[in-house]
């Protein structure tokens, strides 16, 4: 452990993604001490469509740093095609942006250390004790444990944060039980095989087996997301041939019965999963720690909410951390889960119910083909879930 780290410091962020990392340059540039480890080293491979909602286009707008000055690369996506066996309903889109992922997260992490984060990366970090008004963080590398202090904890460690993280802190993991389906993502190399830039493709599975989203990057590559009902699966794994993984079976099963090309590359993919995507944490926070981002609860992946969710977050936080600082009192938790509510609650009701109803009902098929018709009708849901409060 080297010398700097036995300095008590104001907040220690666990985990460098959208909210981490945009949460620690916010307290570090209003001259907090911080430090951010994460158990990565950038730039870190990560599951996602790079689909960018509004919310999180306004979010880093709002801190001075558009995507333009980040700098990320991004293209407008204007529109989302939902595809359900032969019928595509076309729903305008607002204020999305397409970026890629390991990019953005890279470009976020450089803007906290330049705004004077002190950055520790390839450290798993987990919580410890509370002593002297600080809380323990306990780093580990390959080969050395250690800790720091800090006396207020900022947990962005995604969806593994409660299990992980959290895992010593009863109050947080005590009845936490992520179900539903499970992510798998993978980016696809550069190829005419019929994705056009500036939309998303949303292929609706049958009876809730889950969707597949496609999405050109702005450097070509084509972003293949998909959320998969674990049932759905044993049956594909049954019916698929010896050596296919039945994941990807699945997502090629989907997008044929959708009538859409199997992308270029998809074979040789390298595919990343993530298990139960669905999370809820009883409480958003314990004594001298608050979570954030996927960390504080996580639907399903739709197009575009969940960094968007995590960027916002970050940003509204740190008057709530700011105020643990001076002086730390349990109903911070609670001031931070009114807030959280305001910036993602109803929108992630609105989103299950987008969530399941593209994942295959019985309904999908006729929505669809109405959608097709009158595709007005979903625009007040698209608005809803884009704005920011
Ligand atoms: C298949 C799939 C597709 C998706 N597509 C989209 C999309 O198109 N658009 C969208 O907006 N969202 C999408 N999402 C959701 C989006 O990826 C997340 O909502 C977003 O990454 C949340 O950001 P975060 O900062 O909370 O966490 P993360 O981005 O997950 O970052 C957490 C960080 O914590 C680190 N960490 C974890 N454990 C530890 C530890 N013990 N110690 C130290 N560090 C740790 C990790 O290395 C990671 O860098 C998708 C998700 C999935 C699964």
């Not at 480890?37 to 730039?43: G, I, L, S, T, Y």
Request: glycine share 10%.
């Amino acid at each position: 452990m080297s010398r700097d780290l036995e300095q008590l410091w104001d907040v220690c962020v666990v985990g460098g993604g959208p909210a981490g990392s945009l949460a620690a340059r916010q307290l570090a540039l209003g001259g907090r001490k911080v430090v951010l480890v994460d158990k990565a080293n950038f730039p870190r491979p990560k599951a996602c469509g790079g689909c960018l909602g509004g919310v999180g286009v306004d979010a880093l707008e709002s801190v001075g740093l558009p995507l333009q000055r980040l700098p990320v690369k991004s293209l407008p996506l204007e529109q989302l095609d939902i595809r359900c066996n032969q019928v595509t309903a076309s729903l305008q889109l607002l204020r999305r942006r397409v970026v890629s992922r390991d990019e953005l997260d890279a470009a976020l992490l450089a803007r906290a250390e330049e705004s004077g984060t002190h950055v520790i990366t390839g450290n798993k970090a987990s919580l410890g004790i509370v002593e002297d008004s600080a809380r323990r963080v306990i780093l580990h590398d390959d080969k050395h444990n250690g800790f720091l202090r800090a006396k207020l904890v900022l947990v962005a460690a995604g969806l593994s944060a409660v299990k992980d993280v959290c895992r010593g802190v009863e109050s947080l993991t005590a009845g936490y039980r992520p179900h539903g389906r499970f992510g798998l993502a993978a980016s696809l190399p550069t190829a005419d095989d019929g994705y056009a830039a500036h939309r998303v493709t949303m292929a609706c599975g049958r009876n809730g087996e889950g969707y597949v989203g496609l999405v050109r990057l702005p450097d070509g590559r084509l972003d293949v997301a998909a959320a998969l009902a674990p049932e759905a699966m044993n049956q594909t794994r049954r019916s698929t041939q010896p050596g296919k993984t039945t994941a990807t079976g699945l997502v090629e099963r989907i997008l044929n019965d959708c009538d859409l090309p199997k992308p270029a590359g998809f074979d040789l993919a390298n595919w990343q999963a993530v298990a139960a995507l669905r999370r809820k944490p009883r409480r958003l926070g314990a004594d001298r720690v608050l979570l954030l981002g996927d960390a504080s609860g996580y639907v399903e992946p739709f197009t575009g909410e969940g960094m968007g969710w995590a960027l916002r977050q970050a940003v509204d936080i740190v008057p709530i951390a700011n105020q643990a600082l001076e002086n730390w009192e349990p109903k911070i938790v609670d001031a931070w889960a009114r807030r959280h509510w305001r910036i993602v609650g109803r929108r992630q009701t609105r989103c299950s119910w987008i969530c399941k109803f593209v994942g295959g009902t019985r309904w999908t098929p006729h929505v669809v083909r109405a959608l097709t018709i009158a595709p007005w009708v979903a625009s007040p849901l698209i608005r809803a879930i884009d704005q920011h409060s």
